[in-house]
């Protein structure tokens, strides 16, 4: 449009210098005179024009421009606004899952090895379980045949193929394999036995094919801020020995976290093991594993309890595991300091 009103315009101006030009013939002073300053006038009135359609045509572009901005802008905030509706859908509906009971998730889990048992599976195996006060689930491997059953192993130790020797964090949240060597961990044994009575068995094997076991009719750990104590240590029986009795009331210790009674020693470091150390221990489950008698360099430091065969024979297998036996029978034992 702007390139077609040039066009018109210069041809106006040609018209216009064609009849200045016969007025020249006639009266070359007034052609003169009078002529050139039209004609000068014309030409800075055209260029002006040019100007202004140029600018006139530059604030339309831009014009466009700026419109089509703003309709991107407008699409923009209308999606915008979209993302936040469904993301404030999504906020609700996680925070009513969240807050939301849920029934029938917790009944589907049974609460410990035991339960299972009286429900009428009698298989020995792993479990997924939640104790009756836990927010947690987790994994256990019970035994449905010892003793009537219904027992959740917390230690098993049979080939020396898992390193005991670990920190605190390890022992708090386990380690190891259900299908091999392993600790459950001290918390997942305070969910089983910090809210309710639990009983205690201990079974053991020595290199020779001899097996004993020790059983106390109550057990409980108490929690991290405590220092996962043995708040509870019922009645023994069995042919093992009482060993594990000199631990009773004693907070956990490992290598990185000194909770004994030893005087200038960590027995965690001393018997390289982690344990309810006392001053500090009549049997070490969790130290070294060797293979039957061991040299006096040794003594202390290996997989023993002293009941059965002392503390310079190391074991073959040692296997601990609580089960279910309602309300508590015996008195929480103070926590030794």
Not at 234 to 251: E, F, I, P, T, V
Not at 315 to 324: A, D, I, N, Y
């Amino acid at each position: 449009m702007a390139k077609n009103l040039k066009i018109i315009l210069t041809l106006l101006l040609q018209i216009f210098v064609a009849k200045a030009s016969q007025s020249v013939s006639i009266n070359k002073f007034v052609a003169v005179s009078t002529t050139k300053p039209e004609v000068l006038t014309l030409s800075d009135f055209l260029a002006k024009i040019e100007t202004k359609i140029e600018n006139t045509q530059t604030f339309r572009e831009n014009t466009q421009r700026l419109q089509a901005l703003e309709r991107q802008n407008t699409q923009l905030q209308t999606t915008l606004d979209s993302a936040n509706l469904h993301l404030n859908s999504i906020q609700t509906l996680l925070e009513k899952l969240a807050n939301a009971k849920t029934p029938t998730q917790t009944k589907s889990l049974p609460t410990s090895c035991k339960d299972i048992k009286d429900s009428g599976n009698k298989v020995s195996g792993m479990y997924l379980i939640q104790p009756k006060y836990s927010s947690e689930s987790f994994m256990v491997l019970c035994d449905m045949d010892t003793s009537g059953g219904g027992w959740a192993y917390f230690l098993s130790r049979f080939d020396g193929s898992q390193n005991f020797y670990l920190n605190w964090t390890d022992y708090k949240n386990g380690f190891g394999s259900l299908s091999g060597e392993f600790w459950l961990g001290l918390e997942a044994l305070h969910q089983l036995t910090g809210f309710e009575a639990n009983e205690l068995l201990v079974e053991l094997e020595d290199f020779e094919g001899g097996k004993v076991h020790a059983a106390y009719n109550a057990f409980a750990i108490g929690s991290e801020d405590e220092g996962y104590p043995m708040k509870v240590l019922g009645s023994y029986s069995g042919n093992a020995g009482d060993s594990l009795r000199y631990q009773a009331g004693m907070k956990f210790t490992t290598l990185d976290r000194d909770q004994d009674l030893r005087p200038g020693n960590n027995c965690a470091a001393q018997e390289k093991g982690s344990w309810w150390y006392n001053s500090c221990t009549m049997c070490n489950p969790t130290a070294r594993y060797l293979r039957g008698n061991v040299t006096e360099a040794d003594r202390w430091q290996i997989v023993y309890w002293d009941g059965f065969r002392g503390s310079a024979y190391s074991l073959k297998k040692v296997g601990m595991m609580v089960r279910p036996r309602g309300r508590y029978s015996s008195t929480v034992l103070p926590v030794k300091k």
